[in-house]
């Protein structure tokens, strides 16, 4: 059977979903308002974008009635539907953070510039079709500043940024409905027991910080770029389950190190991800195990737990804190 890809949320909030992508993930946007519209994420080239224009005329509204299209920040999962829709909806306003000014001109370099690879990984990137291959040049119509708000209806749309995941990544607050489009900064998806991302582009002192500001802030549900919403109550164990997962890979990382005085960074990975059962699929299997251990291990260093040693090659890693510091 298959499912209705519009899925309401209420009057006026409806999530567009697309076909899962490789490891299970929903590959979705959200469509917000009732007579005017914004849409929030585009999901992959080819994927949704004409979904959209369906929940549209669902509404009996028409293309010229959509407004924005905001892009939580630049990945081909969340912005690779942006120049089809721009086609479909021409009067709609394409709206990234200033952050990403620099790379928009070229937006396929993210992927070498946000998480860096070897000489073998450049080469299988340069064999193997990879999603951010699908991200073109492109010349936004916005490129709003945290705390900025933009006009829909009765309601506003407040711009967070959230650099934790990566520069220029942002969150969007409607006011009325107290709903939080959380983009890729909370997503636990239901094929992998941890797979939040912190690129080289990223940190995981702003990733923290976020977090707490998400537990104090007053949400009454929030929309994440893949993962199931979550309304009232079940808002903050959402979160907590986001954090609980983040520090459990750094507890399995400090005993792997407490096991062996000197690991390198593959050494890690591999430890941490099989106690934890955690398996990245293509091509995340290749971007993401290196640039989430170095914020771990960066997070550690600062706090005086591990040190790098330079001079070994390759690089390995030492824990250095008592031993009993991470119980």
């Not at 590959?27 to 949704?48: D, E, Q």
Request: net charge neutral.
């Amino acid at each position: 059977m298959i499912s209705d890809p519009i899925h309401t949320i209420n009057d006026k909030i409806a999530i567009i979903d697309g076909p899962s992508g490789d490891g299970g993930e929903r590959n979705r946007g959200y469509l917000l308002g009732k007579n005017s519209f914004a849409i929030i994420n585009t999901g992959r080239k080819g994927s949704i974008e004409n979904t959209f224009l369906e929940a549209i005329h669902n509404k009996g509204k028409d293309a010229k009635d959509v407004k924005y299209i905001f892009i939580t920040h630049p990945y081909p999962d969340v912005m690779g539907g942006v120049y089809r829709l721009k086609k479909i909806f021409p009067k709609a306003q394409v709206a990234i953070h200033e952050k990403c000014k620099d790379i928009m001109s070229e937006p396929n370099t993210i992927r070498d510039v946000n998480f860096r690879f070897t000489r073998k990984e450049k080469l299988y990137f340069a064999v193997k079709k990879d999603p951010f291959d699908d991200l073109e040049k492109f010349k936004p119509d916005i490129y709003f500043k945290d705390g900025e708000k933009f006009e829909l209806d009765n309601t506003k749309l407040m711009v967070i940024n959230f650099d934790g995941i990566c520069k220029g990544h942002s969150m969007f607050f409607a006011t009325a409905e107290r709903t939080m489009f959380t983009g890729d900064a909370l997503n636990l998806y239901p094929a992998l027991s941890s797979s939040y991302l912190i690129d080289f582009s990223g940190s995981y002192k702003k990733w923290l910080k976020n977090i707490e500001f998400l537990e104090k802030a007053k949400i009454s549900m929030i929309c994440p770029a893949h993962d199931g919403y979550q309304e009232n109550r079940h808002v903050i164990p959402y979160i907590d389950d986001v954090k609980i997962a983040f520090n459990q890979f750094e507890n399995q990382l400090e005993m792997a190190m407490t096991e062996q005085k000197y690991l390198t960074m593959n050494q890690l990975i591999e430890r941490v991800h099989n106690s934890q059962g955690i398996v990245w699929y293509h091509p995340y299997s290749v971007l993401a195990p290196k640039a989430n251990m170095a914020a771990h291990l960066q997070k550690l260093i600062d706090e005086q737990k591990i040190q790098r040693n330079e001079k070994s090659d390759p690089i390995t890693y030492t824990y250095i804190a008592p031993k009993d510091d991470f119980i």
